[in-house]
DNA sequence: CTGGATCCGGAAAGATACTG
DNA sequence: CAGTATCTTTCCGGATCCAG
């Protein structure tokens, strides 16, 4: 390995830290994928996103508004109702999402393959 | 929201749930972008990803191992010696590690204006 | 010395019942 | 509806120990 190998190595490691405090989370992907396909109130999320426990659910949700990612409105009622929003930023992970999915799907792929030669 | 968009909202999902098994975890990506720059010993590995233990180092290695992205050989010695070592198939995560290595390094940028902005 | 496995304590994730 | 409180479980990191 060349010094220069070296160094872009270290700037990988360092960006992929950076990205994984977005990324590296089981739900805000998801969530984000389900926030920037419109407006949605805390049920619909919950329901949108399989599997997220309300605990989570809150939990990433103000990590995320925190993270400048999401904004969080309350429309004084009767009834209360609040809303959650993608921020124009979060569009910035559209490409992120984009090769992820891509990914993601010829993996599934992949291990289906290699199952079912496991199996032969 | 349109059906149709709902049926992607969820496509996408399930493909990021595949992609997570891999990418949702704290040294697995920083550990191939140090195997694909070249074959490495366990040692070099604890090394090169600042930050990782002994342990977590091993069962991420073992992970990626069963993932097939990875391959172990031992010579034996003596010394012994066990080489770790990025399978093709793991070339196949250049793309997300690009895009994520892009986003990560636009990303930290975007933090530190919005820092420079509040301490303003 | 390298390549791990094991034990322990704190932190984080999950399930779910409950509240305004 | 929009969360919080509580309890359980699982995960992570550090230190230590062991085999070749």
């Not at 289906?112 to 030669?117: G, I, Q, R």
């Given at each position: 390995m060349t010094s220069s190998q070296a160094v872009q190595c270290e700037?990988?490691?360092?960006?992929?830290?950076?990205?994984?405090?977005?990324?590296?989370s089981k739900w805000k992907l998801p969530l984000l994928v389900a926030l920037l396909t419109g407006t949605r109130h805390f049920r619909g999320l919950e329901r949108s996103v399989a599997g997220i426990s309300t605990k989570m659910l809150a939990k990433e949700l103000k990590e995320l508004e925190a993270q400048h990612l999401i904004s969080r409105t309350v429309y004084p009622g009767p009834p209360v109702v609040v809303e959650y929003q993608a921020l124009p930023y979060a569009q910035s992970l559209n490409p992120v999402i984009e090769v992820l999915k891509a990914w993601?799907?010829?993996?599934?792929?992949?291990?289906?393959?290699?199952?079912?030669?496991?199996?032969?």
């Open positions: 700037q990988t490691m360092r960006a992929l830290r950076h990205a994984s405090l977005v990324v590296n993601g799907m010829q993996h599934e792929q992949h291990v289906e393959a290699l199952k079912a030669v496991s199996m032969a």
